[in-house]
């Protein structure tokens, strides 16, 4: 976890585009209640079921542990709601091409059972692998925020905390949100767009 100064750099670096300063702070600045973790992790998942059947997305009460995460036609819902939310976004951001494959041709999500099978249908580079993880986590978390969820939960688990007192973070915050408004899935505060 970072440090107090290292979020106090990041939230300054941040500052300096008003849209995604106004989104970071949505995200950090929870309720001071505290958050029962337990209960957490499947708290709104009817919700987060919901949306994705809003957005034609089927989904089946499978652990991903024992199936994939998303199989090219299906969603495997029986986990947290923020890997549910997370996998979402994922859909939203594939092509339809990208879509009929297992984890989006990704390769293995983490928490994948069939690894292997999904690691042979990977299709796309890592270094776009990578910008579209980035993609996926922000556009999870902006509907957890929307959910009214801990999303610094996840926003921390997803390292965004990770080296936050480095000029390197906050950029690469501000060009993600940036990206995900450019692609219509965000809206100028930083809420989720179907």
């Known amino acids: 976890m970072v440090n107090d100064r290292g979020l106090y750099q990041l939230k300054k670096n941040i500052s300096e585009n008003k849209e995604a300063y106004f989104f970071f702070r949505k995200v950090i600045e929870i309720n001071s209640k505290e958050f029962d973790i337990d209960s957490y992790k499947h708290n709104r998942l009817d919700d987060a079921i919901l949306l994705a059947h809003k957005l034609g997305i089927k989904t ?20 947290d709601t923020s890997v549910v939310l997370h996998d979402i976004a994922h859909w939203q951001l594939a092509s339809p091409s990208r ?45 957890e925020v929307h959910f009214g969820l801990n999303a610094r939960e996840s926003f921390v688990e997803q390292n965004w905390l990770e080296l936050a007192e480095r000029k390197f973070t906050s950029d690469l915050f501000i060009s993600t949100f940036s990206m995900l408004k450019k692609k219509g899935l965000l809206d100028n505060f930083g809420n989720p767009l179907i």
Not at 113 to 131: F, H, P, Q, T, W
């Open 60 to 79: 089946c009460m499978i652990a991903p542990s024992s199936y994939f995460s998303w199989d090219g036609r299906v969603m495997a819902v029986d986990t």
């Open 99 to 143: 879509r009929r494959l297992p984890d989006f041709g990704l390769g293995a999500s983490p928490e994948t059972g069939y690894s292997r099978v999904a690691n042979k249908m990977k299709c796309i580079d890592n270094n776009l692998i990578e910008l579209e993880e980035c993609c996926a986590s922000l556009l999870g978390i902006a509907w």
